[in-house]
């Protein structure tokens, strides 16, 4: 048996030491001490709780917001030989029963849940017959009302601590402010707390803001020059495709990765990054869970991150290797006017909640007082024509109803058009006999998919668009048509989203309890919208030492390599002659001088005085007395 922590790591993730801390968190968290941490991206916090557990009888309740984040994780630990369970909002009554049985008698090590989920009364019934050792809280910034996707369903944590009052919580971010920080401690109640914070500096992360106007040559320039593995984030999915294609035709391997591709692309497109067959990885923000690939050399932003919490976190994906890398934003000035009224001017209002709610129950067929756990489909661009509202409003909306627990709001969603012929295939064929138009697309399902007659099959409707050289909306009419004339049974999917109705519908009554935290929320944007548009047009500080300030982390001293400091370092070196001049004019009438009296008398910045002063002291035209210098006379 498995007795100490780094045996634990060995075993099961091939790593023979620890990263900075996370030996100390260990520690903690065995000593049963309720534990905040704060590592920034890339620091192993998941390892923090998960190898106490694996040392431990029991099981770790781990608490998640995301569902996929979730899933991700268990399919990690599963790959590792660790048995792990997750019981998310999805989960129907029966379904959550069944899987708690499994829970006590199945030997799992980690159960991971929505934060909806701790208000089940079947959760909470059976939660004291489970051998409990411990309970993590993942991406804890979502308990505090001015953390980054607060989500108040995070305080339901306090029912559980109750109901296992000798259980240690180990709560972990990866970007938290001080005010969010000590929000978490006092929302959790953690008691006698021991704190873990990391730095959020990476010293060999350069940080890059460059204005520019044709952004596609200058990323030509940098994957030229840098040619290791790259990651491009772009504002939406048909640019990830552009970008990738622009590059391949200069000669630079490229893929694309956004959510709209099915789960075999996607595998596809991330193992040619992951090996090295790509350079470069053009991605939607949806690329971000399972990335640990040491050796990316640059992440480059050509649209305007939402907020600085994001943008550290996605930059934060270079270097990992500790070698050299650079987080670049690339910008021109219509790009923050565009920022302002996609991120500000979609911001919607109570009313604007209660409307697109409303309307969208109407939409799926929901009846007052019912609807609960229903799942249907949902095209927002159909929404968003039919009753005039702006797409990034209805986003915006959808966001905070997840967020508050009242519906599941999924972009990737995995159903797909499906049709199965209900003629035989004689009778088929007479019917193509006489409907020509049909045996092009007839004539490609059948080749392209086998079976069909006995069992429904799925389709691509996209595929079959670019084959046959027809319009969706063509091919959609068509199999329209084939469904009426009883040829085909059909299901067709046509939506962007997949919605689940967490609560019945009470529009009004749902809404009311929640609308003081949109209020809150939509203040919260502003303040990062703001942040992130200083960080990129301050022109006179370090960008390290804005990111540093920004999560709390006072520092004087700039970083020395990012686009301020070097642009601040020609400056220098181009002004080092006219100052040495006037350095030698001051000190021919005054005779000698301090640096900060020369800083002061000449209005020059003081870098450029101490390297001016060094030159000349190599010239031997001035030489220093303590801490003044002195004209020669020659």
């Known amino acids: 048996m498995l007795k100490k922590p780094l045996d634990v790591l060995k075993k099961y993730w091939d790593y023979h030491s620890f990263r900075p801390q996370q030996e100390a968190i260990i520690n903690s968290v065995l000593n049963k001490q309720d534990t905040f941490v704060l590592l920034p991206t890339g620091g192993g916090k998941s390892i923090c709780y998960q190898i106490p557990t694996l040392l431990r009888d029991g099981i770790c309740l781990v608490v998640s917001p995301l569902i996929a984040l979730m899933k991700d994780q268990v399919q990690q630990l599963k790959q590792k030989g660790i048995p792990a369970i997750a019981l998310d909002s999805s989960l129907r009554y029966t379904d959550l ?14 159960i991971y849940i929505s934060p909806e989920r701790l208000q089940s009364e079947l959760l909470i019934n059976r939660l004291p017959n489970l051998n409990i050792n411990g309970i993590a ?20 944590i306090q029912h559980i601590k109750k109901l296992l009052p000798n259980t240690p919580i180990i709560a972990v971010t990866g970007s938290a402010k001080p005010k969010v920080v000590d929000d978490i401690i006092r929302n959790l109640q953690l008691q006698n707390t021991a704190i873990f914070k990391s730095s959020f500096r990476r010293k060999n992360l350069a940080y890059m803001v460059f204005e520019t106007r044709n952004k596609q040559q200058r990323i030509l320039q940098i994957v030229t020059k840098n040619k290791q593995s790259s990651i491009i984030y772009v504002s939406n999915r048909n640019k990830t495709q552009q970008i990738a294609q622009f590059l391949q035709d200069n000669a630079i391997s490229a893929t694309y990765y956004h959510g709209g591709l099915t789960t075999k692309q996607k ?26 690939k040491p050796d990316v050399k640059t992440v480059i932003h050509i649209n305007l991150p939402e907020n600085i919490e994001n943008y550290y976190q996605e930059a ?11 987080g670049l934003i690339l910008y021109e000035k219509d790009d923050i006017k565009r920022l302002q009224k996609r991120a500000l001017s979609a911001l919607p209002t109570v009313d604007d909640v209660k409307f697109i709610y409303r309307k969208l129950c109407s939409a799926a067929g929901i009846a007052y007082q019912e609807g609960e756990m229903e799942t249907f489909d949902f095209n927002i661009h159909h929404f968003s024509l039919f009753y005039k509202v702006n797409i990034h409003k209805i986003i915006h909306t959808l966001t905070f109803l997840d967020r508050q627990g009242v519906l599941r709001f999924q972009k990737e969603f995995k159903s797909k058009t499906t049709l199965q012929f209900l003629v035989d295939n004689y009778n088929l064929i007479r019917f193509i006999e006489n409907n020509k138009q049909y045996n092009a697309l007839i004539n490609f399902i059948i080749r392209k998919h086998t079976g069909g007659f006995d069992a429904p099959i799925t389709i691509n409707l996209n595929q079959i668009s670019a084959k046959l050289e027809l319009k969706k909306e063509i091919i959609k009419e068509y199999l329209l048509v084939l469904e009426k004339k009883e040829i085909i049974k059909l299901h067709l999917f046509d939506s962007d989203i997949n919605i689940t109705l967490l609560l019945p519908r009470e529009d009004h009554r749902t809404i009311n309890p929640i609308a003081k935290y949109l209020t809150l929320q939509n203040t919260l944007k502003v303040n990062q919208v703001e942040a992130i548009i200083d960080y990129v047009t301050n022109t006179s500080t370090c960008k390290e030492k804005l990111l540093l300030h920004y999560f709390g982390e006072k520092t004087e001293i700039n970083c020395g390599v990012c686009s301020y400091c070097i642009a601040d370092k020609i400056n220098i070196i181009k002004n080092i002659p006219d100052c040495k001049a006037k350095i030698l004019a001051l000190l021919t009438t005054q005779k000698r001088a301090t640096v900060n009296q020369l800083v002061t008398r000449l209005k020059i910045n003081e870098a450029t005085i101490v390297k001016a002063l060094h030159e ?10 303590f801490d003044q210098y002195v004209f020669i006379q020659k």
């Open 267 to 292: 595998d596809t497109h991330f193992k040619l990054w992951m090996l090295n067959d790509a350079q470069v990885m053009v991605a939607t923000n949806a690329f971000g869970m399972g990335i640990d």
């Open 137 to 156: 809280v993942d991406e804890a910034h979502c308990i505090s009302q001015w953390g980054n996707d607060f989500r108040p369903a995070y305080s339901n």
């Open 316 to 326: 934060g994906r270079a270097g990992r290797n500790g070698d050299k890398a650079f």
């Open 97 to 110: 029963n069944r899987e708690l049985d499994n829970c006590l008698y199945g030997n799992y090590k980690f």
């Open 616 to 625: 000349l002291l190599d010239n031997q035209e001035v030489i220093q007395q």
